[in-house]
């Protein structure tokens, strides 16, 4: 099964060919090509752990300090608690699939596991921007 998300990349199929040409048939397996240079993930993995960290422990200071204050229980704090929490969410579940695949040099999870990260991802950012912009209206 070919499921390469490169943009305009060939995957080419074990024992020659490119994916869906005629050849090996389906018990061909392709070969995982990095998208990028070893280097680049290698410049990639820490700033994508330092989004995730100051993402996750800027948001989870928020919502401490909007639990633990009373007075900070308005509505107004109440839209920036819940643009927080999607906001921690977006950086906990968002950041940590493509930082591990950035520490091994390439996407590492299954098909699950990028159809959750994409949703996950989706999910928690646009429940996010979309409280931005109907706080705007």
């Known amino acids: 099964m070919y499921s390469g998300n490169r943009s305009g990349g060939q995957g080419h199929w074990e024992g020659g060919g490119a994916a869906g040409a005629e050849g090996p048939?389906?018990?061909g397996t392709l070969s995982?090509?990095?998208?990028?240079?070893?280097?680049?993930?290698?410049?990639?993995?820490?700033?994508l752990g330092c989004i995730g960290l100051?993402?996750?422990g800027n948001n989870l200071l928020?919502?401490?300090?909007?639990s633990k204050f009373p007075r900070l229980r308005t509505p107004t704090h109440l839209l920036l608690a819940n643009v927080?929490?999607?906001d921690l969410?977006?950086?906990?579940?968002g950041v940590t699939f493509t930082f591990v695949?950035?520490?091994r040099n390439g996407w590492v999870w299954d098909t699950v596991g990028c159809v959750w990260d994409g949703f996950s991802s989706s999910l928690f950012e646009k429940?996010?921007?979309?409280k931005c912009m109907c706080d705007a209206f």
């Open 25 to 27: 048939g389906a018990a």
């Open 32 to 47: 995982p090509a990095p998208l990028f240079s070893p280097g680049t993930y290698e410049r990639l993995a820490p700033l």
């Open 54 to 56: 100051l993402g996750a």
């Open 62 to 66: 928020v919502l401490v300090l909007y």
């Open 84 to 86: 927080s929490l999607s």
């Open 89 to 93: 969410l977006a950086s906990l579940f």
């Open 101 to 103: 695949s950035c520490l």
């Open 127 to 130: 429940s996010s921007s979309h």
